[in-house]
C-alpha cells in the first residue's frame, strides 16, 4: 500500500492547487523523474511534495503515519527493547536528530521521487527526497557523516552523488568517521575483517584481503580470511563474475548486514555497488 500525500506544486505555470494526491495504487505514468541519475539534480516541479512529519532514525521519516525508509543510505539505528532487543548503534540518536532539524529547518515539506523498487521487505516506502530549494536529504545526511551509503533493490539513482557524499565526509573525518578514528574497537561504520568478533553483526563495512573467490551451484563465493561475502543466484545478472574472480588477492571494502553464522562471519550482497571497487567513484 502507497502512501497518500499531497500536491504543493504542480508546475510554475499554474496557481498553487490544493490536490488529493494519492501514492495509493500510484500508476507508472507519474514515474519517479531524474534530470540526471548520476548526480542528485533534479527538476523540483516533477516530484511530489507533501509534509513530513518527524524523523525516527537517521534514515526514516513518518509521513502521512507511514514510514518512508530514504533510499540509498543507512543510518545508525536506535536501540529498541521491544520483544526482539535491538542494540543501539554510534550516534544514533545524533542522526535522528540531525534529520529532525534539517526537516525543521524547511518547514517540514519534502519532494518525493520514487526509483525501481517502492516498498522495501517489511513494506516501508522507499524514496529519494528532497528540499524546496532542491537539497537532496540524503546527500545532506551522507555529507554530515551521519549517514554512509547504501544500495539495495535494484535503486541507482543518485548513486554517484551518494557515494562522493559520503566520500566527503569520511575525508573530512565527520561524525561516525570521527567515531570510528577515536573508537576503532567499536568496528562502525567500519571494520577490518580481521578483527571481527560475534559481536560485531549489523549494518557495516567490513574491509579485508580477498583469498578465495570461487562459485557453488547456488553462491558467487568470495572470501576474505574470516567474512565470507556471498552472491545469491538470483542475484548474478548483476555481477560480472569475472571482475569477480580479478579481486583475488586484492584488499577491498564491502558494505551490508554482517551476520554470524556457524562461527564465522557472513555478508550477503546484491549489487556490484556493495564492493568499493565497483561503485560509482571507481568507474
Known sequence: MYLSIKIITINAMTKLIPALIFLLGLTNSIAAFSADEETCQIDTNKLLWTKAEYAITGDTIVINNQRVRLAG???????????????GEPL?????????????????????????????????????????????IQQKMLESGYAIGRTTYGNLKHAKCYYQAEQKARDGGYQLWDFLAKNPDRHFPLAESTTLTSEDEGYRII?????????????????????????????????????????????????????????????????????????????
Open 73 to 87: 543510505i543507512y543510518a545508525p539505528q536506535i536501540e529498541k527493547k521491544q520483544k526482539w532487543h535491538t542494540p
Open 92 to 136: 544514533a540518536k545524533e542522526s535522528q536528530t540531525f534529520l529532525n532539524k534539517l526537516l525543521a529547518n524547511n518547514d517540514l515539506e519534502v519532494g518525493v521521487e520514487f526509483d525501481k523498487t517502492r516498498l522495501d521487505n517489511r513494506n516501508r516506502q522507499l524514496a529519494h527526497l528532497f528540499f524546496k530549494d532542491g537539497t537532496s
Open 207 to 283: 574491509r579485508g584481503k580477498v583469498v578465495k573467490v570461487d562459485k557453488s551451484s547456488s553462491n558467487y563465493i568470495i572470501n576474505m580470511d574470516t567474512t565470507g561475502i556471498r552472491v545469491q543466484k538470483k542475484y548474478w545478472d548483476n555481477f560480472d563474475y569475472n571482475k569477480l574472480e580479478a579481486l583475488d588477492g586484492q584488499t577491498i571494502e564491502v558494505r551490508g548486514y554482517a551476520y554470524l553464522y556457524k562461527g564465522a562471519m557472513y555478508m550477503l550482497i546484491e549489487n556490484p555497488y556493495a564492493i568499493n571497487l565497483f561503485n560509482p567513484l571507481n568507474q
